[in-house]
């Protein structure tokens, strides 16, 4: 997993305070806000206050489960055929206090919730639902109070393929609330207050494909506080996403995590995030790390990273941190996906803790000592090793080695900024392209401002057609080189051709 250092951004253990979009003036839903020229129009995805009640009777041909009887939905699985739909009556359910009991599905069961059914684990139990049976449901049921270990799920803990989840509430357990396998779909779920993540898309063999997220409500997620504890591990979020190839998040309301709200980490391709509200995290709304080849479009992302923004600052670190963060990632012709570039476009950002960084670590590659990804490689390379030198040197490799932040469009966006409502005075203002001066290790081809040369200039990232309301300025090359909006537009940088800023408020 990846490990966060100087020019990354850390999560921040700070005192959750639940918020509803009516607080810092960010009254209603996403129409009633400021609205670019296309505005983001998705309600609000209030699922835990609300969450859809189950069938009231057993379906027919439903087994029954009893809460009465402890053990009894796993027995009943057990003895049943695969293909099997349970109906769990109103009333805790609840395992063999044994620490590994859980329940193991076949092939195809259904497990349907009644009005007030609730499977708990009591603090004892690690797993809820595990194995590698595909295609099960888990519908209409809360799972909580499971013990699962750091980087462990509760539901789906072996991510199997072919799950679905949907209208469950999934709170208060430790760990992740609940792994990913391929084909997965999680649907109009409340994923809450979980120790670690709501949701790991992480599978421990081969890639996840085919992952739908979708009208979802994840909310208030690492509260056990993970970065205090692995300082740097950067090891928390709503949904942390690795490996992952093709993945559909739209219609979700992610806010009030301690950390950040989406996170997309090592070798994923082919996002679509829209239609999202991502508002209130602690640190950034979404991080798109290591990746290739996405959509960003439709989503109102507001009072994300004053947690994690305000303590940087605090501290006197100049690095824009931002509230979308793109770190070495980029549009890959060469790696199939719906698009070959990673677009930004359609989007209403405000009164966040400055707004998209743009970066890429001059010392992280393949076979680096400085690559944070557990020794993986590019999606271009096959082959750690191959990255020494003298090959890394010349191309190839000296390209492909590298996660590159590049092709990256960011347009028809509005950017409201209004530092009252931020109570800031310094570094929450800024859009940022830039890279770090390489130095590491003493072998890289990669040394000195060639990177930050690349990302500034030559690899096809830029601004268009915005719309800027507040006194934003512009940080280029690195993190001491601040302009102006003129600036900006004008050479050597030349972004933001066909945009406008207000400077006043943003009000």
């Avoid at 570094?427 to 040394?447: F, I």
Wanted: glycine share 10%.
């Amino acid at each position: 997993m990846s490990s966060r250092r100087r020019h990354r951004i850390r999560a921040a253990a700070a005192t959750l305070v639940l918020a509803l979009p009516a607080l810092a003036g960010c009254e209603g839903t996403p129409g009633d806000s400021p609205k670019p020229a296309a505005a983001p129009a998705a309600p609000v995805a209030r699922v835990c206050a609300h969450p859809a009640p189950g069938p009231a009777k057993a379906p027919a041909g439903a087994v029954t489960v009893d809460p009465a009887v402890v053990g009894d939905l796993a027995a009943k699985t057990k003895s049943s055929p695969p293909h099997t739909t349970f109906w769990l009556r109103p009333g805790t359910h609840r395992l063999d206090p044994d620490r590994y009991a859980q329940v193991i599905p076949k092939e195809g069961d259904r497990y349907l919730g009644a009005p007030g059914a609730v499977l708990d684990g009591r603090k004892k139990n690690q797993y809820a639902f595990g194995g590698t049976a595909r295609d099960v449901t888990v519908s209409h049921l809360t799972v909580r109070h499971f013990v699962a270990p750091p980087d462990e799920g509760v539901v789906n803990h072996d991510s199997a393929d072919g799950w679905v989840i949907e209208h469950a509430v999934i709170r208060d357990n430790s760990g992740a609330g609940l792994m990913a396998g391929a084909r997965q779909q999680v649907r109009a779920s409340c994923l809450r207050d979980n120790g670690q993540y709501g949701m790991n898309a992480y599978k421990a063999t081969g890639r996840i494909t085919g992952l739908v997220v979708e009208g979802n409500e994840i909310t208030g997620n690492n509260t056990d506080h993970w970065e205090r504890r692995r300082k740097g591990c950067g090891c928390t979020g709503g949904v942390k996403f690795w490996a992952v190839d093709g993945a559909d998040v739209r219609g979700n309301w992610v806010h009030d995590n301690r950390g950040t709200g989406l996170w997309a980490d090592t070798n994923n391709n082919d996002f679509r995030i829209e239609d999202n509200v991502l508002e209130a995290n602690d640190g950034a709304a979404l991080i798109y790390e290591t990746s290739y080849n996405a959509v960003i479009r439709g989503n109102t992302i507001r009072r994300n990273n004053w947690v994690e923004g305000r303590r940087e600052a605090d501290r006197g670190d100049s690095f824009p941190y931002a509230t979308v963060y793109l770190s070495e990632s980029g549009g890959e012709p060469r790696v199939p996906a719906r698009t070959d570039k990673i677009e930004i476009y359609r989007n209403l950002l405000q009164d966040n803790w400055s707004g998209i960084t743009l970066w890429e670590n001059a010392d992280r590659f393949c076979n680096s000592p400085a690559n944070t990804s557990s020794g993986d490689c590019t999606l271009l390379v096959h082959g750690t090793s191959r990255c020494a030198r003298p090959a890394i040197a010349t191309a190839p490799l000296y390209a492909d080695c590298r996660w590159k932040t590049q092709r990256v469009d960011i347009h028809d966006n509005r950017f409201v900024l209004d530092k009252a409502v931020l109570e800031c005075t310094v570094r929450c203002d800024r859009m940022a392209v830039l890279a770090n001066y390489g130095t590491y290790p003493d072998w890289s081809p990669y040394q000195g401002r060639r990177v930050a040369d690349a990302i500034t200039q030559k690899q096809h990232n830029r601004w268009h057609d915005n719309v800027y309301q507040g006194p934003w300025r512009f940080v280029t090359h690195d993190p001491d080189h601040v302009v102006d909006f003129t600036q900006w537009q004008g050479a050597p940088y030349q972004q933001d051709t066909g945009s406008t800023l207000d400077p006043g408020t943003g009000e």
